[in-house]
């Protein structure tokens, strides 16, 4: 008997695991469709292109013109995409982090060349938690919002020559080191404020969750 028993209590707490699993997911998946309509909303590309690529990679286009069909580049930011959001309890469990995983591309035109295109994805984390209003209730608060370092990841195209290789290894050290100190800075106000106006079932539902 008491090897069943410890057998249904373990189906059962696997069970219950699953079931938060998938409430979790559910509620995910409605972060992110409010984000992403959200985002939509506000024009968020055009605040994008406002990062100085151009003057940051000055001094790479300088390097490019010591090739004869190399010139200068022209730098834009295209195709920003909001991927599936996760949540994560922290250690202590007084926090939640958000994780919001986005995706664009950065292409630069050089005079006489096909454009030169890095794909880009990255991660942005924002922290959840709990405070009291005046009526003493809870409600849902946002903390640190930041790009998550270790998460950028770029892939270039079109570059094959040593020579290249080597312009486009600083391209992309550059564009990573813009990418985690100025496009969290840019990005983090639209998304605590689509956060503000999320659904409040949705927020009741991800209090509940992961809080209670």
Known sequence: MLKVS????LLCGL????SAQE???????????????????????STLQTIDFQGSLKNVFSLARSHQSILGGLVQMKDLRLLQVSLENSPNF????????????????????????????????????????????????????????????????????PMKKN????IER??????????GAKMCPFINSCLYDLNPQVTKELISKCWW
């Open 6 to 9: 410890s057998l249904l209590i």
């Open 15 to 18: 069970l219950a695991s699953s």
């Open 23 to 45: 409430d979790l997911s559910r509620i995910s998946s409605q972060i992110t469709n409010a984000l992403t309509q959200g985002l939509l909303g506000m024009n968020v590309l």
């Open 94 to 161: 007084k926090e939640v982090d958000l994780r919001i995983p986005l995706a664009f591309s950065i292409q630069i035109k050089f005079p006489a060349l096909n454009p030169c295109i890095f794909h880009v994805w990255t991660d942005m984390k924002v922290q959840l938690y709990l405070e009291k209003d005046v009526d003493s209730r809870y409600q849902l608060a946002f903390g640190h919002c930041r790009i998550a370092p270790d998460t950028v990841w770029i892939q270039s195209e079109n570059f094959v020559t």
């Open 167 to 170: 312009i486009v290894e600083n």
């Open 174 to 183: 550059i564009l990573g080191d813009l990418i985690i100190h100025n496009l």
